[in-house]
């Protein structure tokens, strides 16, 4: 497994921004590289859904409730995944998880807590 850490959150008004932060300070470069990274997030009461995932490859996607808002980034020399979310909205509060995959196995962070207030 990969051991991946989550940092960034906090509490932001309607609109304004944040930047989530996962990195992955065990992996060598090499690893990291060939992994397929993805945010998650998870409200009180709901299902974990995907956010934005980045591919080994280089190809991203995104769900469509943050499509044009969030922006999904990684940076394999430092071993790290970026979500930038922009034009926050109240329903986007929640716990944010980081998620990797190797070889068909998922490796979690402990989630970053998300509050926005309207």
């Not at 956010?51 to 991203?60: E, L, M, P, R």
Request: aromatic share 10%.
């Amino acid at each position: 497994q990969v051991h991946v850490v989550e940092s960034g959150g906090g509490l932001a008004q309607a609109g304004e921004s944040l930047r989530l932060s996962c990195a992955a300070p065990r992996a060598i470069f090499s690893v990291f590289s060939g992994l397929d990274m993805g945010w998650y997030r998870q409200a009180p009461g709901k299902q974990r859904e995907l956010v934005a995932s980045s591919s080994s490859g280089g190809s991203t996607n995104y769900a469509d409730f943050v499509k044009g808002r969030f922006t999904i980034s990684r940076d394999n020399s430092r071993k790290r995944v970026y979500l930038q979310m922009n034009n926050l909205k109240a329903e986007d509060t929640g716990v944010y998880f980081c998620a990797a995959d190797q070889r068909g196995k998922r490796s979690w962070g402990q989630g970053t807590q998300v509050t926005v207030s309207s």
